[in-house]
């Protein structure tokens, strides 16, 4: 807790880590509870053969997509720093291009996790065990955050990016993403 602890003040005080960071370790918490609810659920209730394969996809798909999380909050902060350090270069100079690049990356892929986890979720309430449906709750909110505030992060670094054809792709993922998320 006591590196938790330092990376908040940091948080708090410094320029990095930021909001994506932030974003990607809250979901990250909230990939941890599905997957206290899905582990609870097989061990606790009978459950249909489609039901109970649908919770171990999620229960198989969560420790992967948890360390993917983490993994971004740490990018993230790399990524920026480099947006910070090419700042002064102008806009069509390779290596702040590169920078913007990367930092549109992250957020994209911080959305798309999420949303890779909240779409998988979509019966676990109707088959969760009762006792860790507050559990599910918080976990999915976490979820939906950290895929919300991808979404605006990608947005704002491509605004700020300006006008660039290297950033097409990322703008077709985030609108793929805007239009598939789970409501």
């Known amino acids: 807790m006591k590196a938790f602890d330092a990376w908040l003040e940091d948080l708090a005080d410094r320029a990095l880590p930021g909001g994506v960071a932030a974003a990607a370790v809250a979901a990250a918490i909230g990939a941890a509870l599905v997957m206290k ?9 009978s459950l249909p053969a489609p039901d109970r394969r649908q919770m171990q996809d999620l229960v198989d798909l969560v420790p992967e997509s948890r360390q993917e999380l983490l993994h971004l909050a740490e990018a993230d902060e ?6 910070l350090q090419t700042r002064n270069l102008s806009a069509g100079v390779a290596e702040r291009r590169q920078a ?9 892929r ?25 559990d599910l709750r918080v976990g999915r909110r976490l979820l939906a955050a950290g895929l919300e505030s991808g979404l ?12 660039d054809p290297d950033a097409l792709p990322l703008r077709a993922r985030l609108d793929r993403l805007r239009e598939e998320r789970v409501p």
């Open 37 to 45: 609810v899905a582990q609870t659920t097989l061990r606790r209730r």
């Open 152 to 163: 605006e992060a990608a947005e704002e670094n491509l605004r700020a990016w300006g006008v």
């Open 78 to 83: 790399q990524a920026y720093r480099r947006v």
């Open 100 to 108: 913007w690049r990367g930092a549109t990356e992250v957020p994209l």
């Open 110 to 134: 911080v959305a798309e996790a999420c949303q890779a986890l909240l779409l998988r979720m979509d019966r676990l309430s109707d088959t969760c065990w009762p006792a860790v449906v507050t």
